[in-house]
């Protein structure tokens, strides 16, 4: 049994999510809290630490060949965990998710294209869009019932003949959502209809709470499937984030062709050995893990919501399917958002993730990272409870 309650020092390790809080937020106390980004802070499986041990006590760390089995294992895992069909000559691998997006755009779109996005969306989206001169189209996300709705109205009134590529977030971040298949079926139509590229970021799908599933959008809409490329890793699953190594799937030999063209242009086609090897093992070995995490996840998880509206009256998380991210929506204390977030900084002293770098929706909002140890999370509750005390 895994103890996730234990508490991992980080400080000191060139870990960004802890040694990066003052330049990123300012905040000078040596107790903050992050809460930003989406990385963990629990041990990696005991599969992965063995894979990496055996290649450390070889000693010999040259470059990395043959990444049949990798891709073999990608493919089985998504098979056994979301009954998704992948095969191995499919699979493309990238240095992250991130980067793989960007050899996307650069592979089926050219400068000043757009790329619709689904706001309030993660904001690496619209980092990667403008950074490869890309113009952003948002299709601004519809609130109903504490869950996120995508408006196809409005979304074709965006449409020019400049636009050529959707990005999906398969399940959504920040929102939270594991779409339906009839949600997944409808925007394929759409880009079937509209003859547009669907990128669908399914990074974290294995994050997927006991009431919810993950329908891969393969499956929900096999139908797509010429202009679809999937994106999976095993680094938000198991919490490997900094072995920058993802896949990019496409059953299309053409839009294949292109991508693995600006791979090789980019010289990025000779792989981390480290973060393949701990990725493949993390497929294979790591399934028993995750739902010990999954369990604690989901208890952070419902302590953090009632938690948050105790500590912070008028506060609300959106209901999440998936993730271990809350999506906070302070609208109903009253207070403006830049006194929200002066009082989480300054007061409580943690860093949660601004609802404004998520685009249109979020500027009420914050994203918080709940997947940390239990005494952590408890303590950050605490302070934000003493932080808006006056509310109560």
Same mark, same amino acid.
């Given at each position: 049994?895994?103890?996730?309650? %234990?508490?991992?020092?980080?400080?000191?390790?060139?870990?960004?999510?802890?040694? #990066?809080?003052?330049?990123?937020?300012?905040?000078?106390?040596?107790?903050?809290?992050?809460?930003?980004?989406?990385?963990?802070?629990?041990?990696?499986?005991?599969?992965?630490?063995?894979?990496?041990?055996?290649?450390?006590?070889?000693?010999?760390?040259?470059?990395?060949?043959?990444?049949?089995?990798?891709?073999?294992?990608?493919?089985?895992?998504?098979?056994?965990?979301?009954?998704?069909?992948?095969?191995?000559?499919?699979?493309s691998p990238t240095p992250g998710i991130v980067s793989g997006l960007g050899l996307i755009l650069q592979a089926v779109s050219e400068p000043d294209d757009e790329v619709v996005l689904f706001p309030p969306a993660y904001h690496a989206f619209r980092?990667?869009?403008?950074?490869?001169?890309?113009?952003?189209?948002?299709?601004?996300?519809?609130?109903?019932?504490?869950?996120?709705?995508?408006?196809?109205?409005?979304?074709?009134?965006?449409?020019?003949?400049?636009?050529?590529?959707?990005?999906?977030?398969?399940?959504? #971040?920040?929102?939270?959502?594991?779409?339906?298949?009839?949600?997944?079926?409808?925007?394929?139509?759409?880009?079937?209809?509209?003859?547009?590229?669907?990128?669908?970021?399914?990074?974290?799908?294995?994050?997927?709470?006991?009431?919810?599933?993950?329908?891969?959008?393969?499956?929900?809409?096999?139908?797509?499937?010429?202009?679809?490329?999937?994106?999976?890793?095993?680094?938000?699953?198991?919490?490997?984030?900094?072995?920058?190594?993802?896949?990019?799937?496409?059953? #299309?030999?053409?839009?294949?062709?292109?991508?693995?063209?600006?791979?090789?242009?980019?010289?990025?086609?000779?792989?981390?050995?480290?973060?393949?090897?701990?990725?493949?093992?993390?497929?294979?070995?790591? +399934?028993?893990?995750?739902? +010990?995490?999954?369990?604690?996840?989901?208890?952070?998880?419902?302590?953090?919501? %009632?938690?948050?509206?105790?500590?912070?009256?008028?506060?609300?998380?959106?209901?999440?399917?998936?993730?271990?991210?809350?999506?906070?929506?302070?609208?109903?204390?009253?207070?403006?958002? +830049?006194?929200?977030?002066?009082?989480?900084?300054?007061?409580? /002293?943690?860093?949660?993730?601004?609802?404004?770098?998520?685009?249109?929706?979020?500027?009420?909002?914050?994203?918080?990272?709940?997947?940390?140890? /239990?005494?952590?999370?408890?303590?950050?509750? %605490? /302070?934000?409870?003493?932080?808006?005390?006056?509310?109560?």
């Amino acid at each position: 049994m895994t103890n996730f309650d %234990q508490i991992i020092e980080r400080r000191g390790t060139h870990s960004s999510k802890w040694d #990066n809080i003052k330049k990123l937020s300012g905040i000078t106390a040596d107790d903050a809290i992050p809460m930003w980004v989406a990385d963990m802070d629990f041990a990696a499986p005991p599969g992965v630490t063995g894979a990496l041990q055996e290649s450390l006590d070889r000693g010999v760390h040259g470059y990395y060949a043959d990444n049949g089995s990798w891709a073999e294992a990608a493919c089985n895992w998504m098979e056994k965990r979301h009954q998704a069909k992948f095969k191995p000559e499919w699979v493309s691998p990238t240095p992250g998710i991130v980067s793989g997006l960007g050899l996307i755009l650069q592979a089926v779109s050219e400068p000043d294209d757009e790329v619709v996005l689904f706001p309030p969306a993660y904001h690496a989206f619209r980092k990667i869009i403008l950074a490869n001169k890309r113009k952003i189209s948002d299709a601004e996300l519809v609130e109903s019932n504490r869950r996120y709705v995508m408006d196809f109205d409005s979304l074709a009134k965006l449409l020019t003949p400049k636009t050529k590529v959707v990005f999906f977030c398969n399940p959504h #971040n920040p929102g939270g959502n594991a779409w339906s298949p009839d949600e997944i079926r409808e925007l394929a139509d759409f880009c079937i209809s509209h003859n547009l590229i669907l990128v669908s970021d399914e990074i974290h799908c294995d994050l997927i709470y006991p009431h919810a599933k993950h329908i891969p959008t393969l499956s929900a809409a096999p139908e797509v499937a010429d202009r679809l490329i999937t994106c999976v890793a095993a680094t938000k699953t198991f919490n490997l984030a900094g072995a920058h190594v993802g896949a990019c799937i496409t059953s #299309n030999a053409d839009l294949k062709r292109r991508l693995d063209e600006r791979i090789g242009a980019s010289g990025l086609g000779s792989y981390n050995a480290f973060g393949m090897l701990a990725t493949e093992a993390a497929w294979q070995t790591g +399934e028993g893990w995750l739902e +010990e995490l999954l369990s604690y996840l989901d208890s952070n998880r419902h302590f953090f919501d %009632q938690s948050i509206e105790t500590a912070v009256p008028g506060a609300k998380s959106m209901l999440l399917d998936a993730t271990y991210l809350a999506w906070v929506d302070f609208a109903g204390t009253g207070l403006s958002p +830049e006194v929200v977030a002066n009082r989480v900084k300054d007061h409580a /002293r943690i860093f949660a993730s601004p609802g404004q770098q998520f685009g249109p929706g979020g500027s009420n909002r914050l994203r918080f990272n709940f997947a940390t140890p /239990r005494p952590i999370l408890v303590d950050a509750m %605490q /302070r934000l409870s003493d932080a808006f005390s006056d509310l109560r």
